[in-house]
């Protein structure tokens, strides 16, 4: 089917902005049992990657949505625009993230996981090459690098921080993975039972 491609609206719809503040001001704290309700579905690695990177930031702040008509009834591509603050550093950080955001039966949003979702992937990556799309890409990767540019502190901190999340969140799913492979086998572990046993369970009656 064609895409759409009407203007962008800017914090057009107040319920879409209330559901992406409550999930940036829970992902801020770490509150990962919010964070998990206001999605259908996140993957280990995603949940593990919001929950550390909540022990640097401080806050987000000044959070807008950029809303374009999604691929089905009552659903929106939503580009979410904010400033990322950090524990000790004074400047705070331009970002954007992609969403697809669907209305539930009780006429609640929230945000689609488009992981496994192929056709809804596709959708949203031919809206983000619509013009007024790009734009507002460019417009905030050109914020971001002039940022980073002219604090060096900033740079380092960064680049620091996307080292040590990849280092903890790959640590993490190395320990679960130890965990549960540990359980299985205790699972499959039968304590041998004596034939003296096997005798006397065979001439109990129910």
Known sequence: EAIPNVPM??????????????????AA????ETVKSLKDYSDQAELLRIQEKSKYLESYDDINCYTKPGP???????????Y???HDIDQKVTGLNTYIVC????????IHDCSE??????????V?????????FNRVQVEYNEAVTENEELAAFLTELSE????????ALAEAETAAQETEEESNTEEPVSAGEEQAAGRVKA
């Open 117 to 126: 979702d192929e056709s809804m992937k596709e959708y949203r990556t031919n």
């Open 103 to 110: 209305r539930k039966a009780d006429d609640s949003y929230y």
């Open 9 to 26: 609206e800017v914090n057009a719809y107040p319920e879409i902005n209330s559901l992406m503040k409550k999930y940036y001001n829970a």
């Open 29 to 32: 704290e770490g509150d990962m």
């Open 72 to 82: 089905i009834e009552d659903s929106y591509v939503v580009y979410v625009t904010y």
């Open 164 to 171: 040590n999340l990849k280092t903890a969140v790959g640590d």
């Open 128 to 136: 983000t090459k619509q013009d007024d799309v790009v734009d507002l």
């Open 84 to 86: 990322a603050k950090f």
